[in-house]
């Protein structure tokens, strides 16, 4: 492998073909290049979509009121569905292995003021139950999230996000202090980092009081705007069954027809991750499929590059047998020029296509659509290894033809 005289013969006969040789590693460059690039990009689109998830529980079924569109037992269509505090714990003993549970009721069902000595914020206020943040996956990073002696005995305290502190606070520490809610008093207990309508999206995040609060201070008289839980069995099978269960529930209470898919609006996490997955598997699979195809395509270049050279070199060749060159020695020179062009324009190749998903993943900034375009460095080196691989295989059927050659019958080849 390294004896000087046959890389002496494998630079001399790359160097009298320098076009064939640069036009054939260029198709090796490139189905590599190609590869790392199509699956860098699914990649991207993959985790920019899961990411929509990082705030949110994928084992979970979100459930709001909406308006019934159907007569059900002598009552009109059109009637508004609003879900209570009472459905919450009615959900909780009907769906079997489920495992959190809240009710969210959003103030104002919208904005609020939020007052802090001189400085002012308008926030979304959220009243929630404990379980909340084992479903949403606040973040603390200080204090504490809320609890349920806040909830039972209605304590007027909130948890902040990091774009709040910055508006009310400055750099103060927030814990323990009164802030104003549209004039109402609250202590900050907790401050938890963005959530998913942080400031990266040009949203602001929600602020979160207990959910018994937020009914009697506010007025909602046990209403919730949206009930969130979620269940142990994280199937598809499991997540219908839940779903199922959870609508029948809610239709028996509000008398409305299960059947009635305008009656209540349902975001099932688990179908949806399930969707998103068979999505983007079949988008991988695409760009395997034509990255694949641009590397055999280099491969099926090398071999025949390689076919030329020995027709080229077949009166070389017989001369070389006529000495005492065995079919090993023949072999062995023919198969090592392949594996140094394949080599070399394949980490070229490589090179290059990781270089450029590095720059794109600091030069674009992450979105729910598109982030981090890379790739596991382990599936681009076992790619280029299975490149290699068959470049060296390629051409080795050349070389055997070549060992294969009479010497009588090569000297007399024009």
Not at 284 to 289: A, M, S, V
Not at 339 to 366: D, K, M, N, R
Request: no cysteine; charged share 20%.
């Amino acid at each position: 492998m390294f004896d000087r005289e046959k890389w002496a013969e494998v630079f001399e006969s790359i160097g009298k073909n320098k076009l064939r040789a640069l036009l054939t590693g260029f198709a090796v460059s490139w189905g590599i290049f190609m590869l790392i690039i199509l699956l860098g990009a699914s990649g991207g689109l993959s985790k920019g979509f899961m990411y929509n998830f990082r705030n949110s529980a994928t084992n979970s079924i979100h459930i709001w009121g909406n308006e019934t569109s159907k007569p059900w037992n002598g009552l009109p269509p059109n009637r508004p569905i609003t879900l209570t505090e009472e459905d919450v714990e009615a959900l909780r003993n009907a769906i079997p292995g489920i495992q959190h549970i809240s009710g969210q009721y959003r103030v104002w069902r919208g904005n609020t003021q939020l007052q802090y000595g001189k400085q002012y914020g308008s926030y979304g206020v959220r009243g929630v139950m404990p379980e909340w943040q084992s479903m949403e996956h606040q973040v603390i990073k200080a204090g504490r999230f809320l609890n349920e002696i806040d909830q039972q005995q209605g304590r007027k305290v909130m948890v902040i996000a990091q774009d709040a502190r910055q508006d009310l606070f400055k750099e103060a520490d927030p814990i323990g202090q009164w802030v104003n809610v549209n004039g109402i008093p609250f202590q900050v207990v907790g401050l938890y980092d963005y959530d998913s309508g942080g400031p990266e999206q040009g949203q602001r995040s929600a602020v979160y009081v207990p959910l018994s609060v937020a009914q009697r201070v506010f007025n909602a008289k046990g209403e919730v705007d949206d009930i969130l839980f979620t269940f142990a069995d994280a199937s598809i099978a499991g997540a219908q069954q839940a779903q199922q269960r959870a609508v029948h529930t809610l239709a028996r209470r509000h008398q409305f027809d299960p059947t009635d898919e305008r009656a209540l609006w349902v975001n099932n996490n688990v179908e949806n991750v399930g969707t998103i997955s068979t999505v983007f598997t079949a988008i991988t699979l695409f760009g395997w499929f034509v990255g694949i195809g641009s590397l055999i395509a280099g491969i099926v270049g090398i071999g025949n590059i390689m076919l030329i050279v020995v027709q080229e070199r077949t009166r070389e060749i017989g001369i070389r047998k006529a000495l005492g060159a065995t079919p090993g020695n023949v072999i062995g020179q023919v198969l090592l020029e392949a594996l140094f062009v394949t080599t070399l324009f394949g980490f070229t190749g490589l090179g290059l296509g990781v270089l450029l998903l590095e720059g794109l993943a600091s030069l674009i900034p992450g979105s729910e659509f598109f982030r981090d375009p890379t790739i596991d460095i382990g599936v681009a080196v076992k790619a280029l290894a299975a490149l290699i691989a068959a470049g060296t295989l390629a051409g080795y059927f050349p070389a055997r033809r070549a060992a294969r050659i009479r010497p009588i019958e090569a000297l007399r080849d024009e």
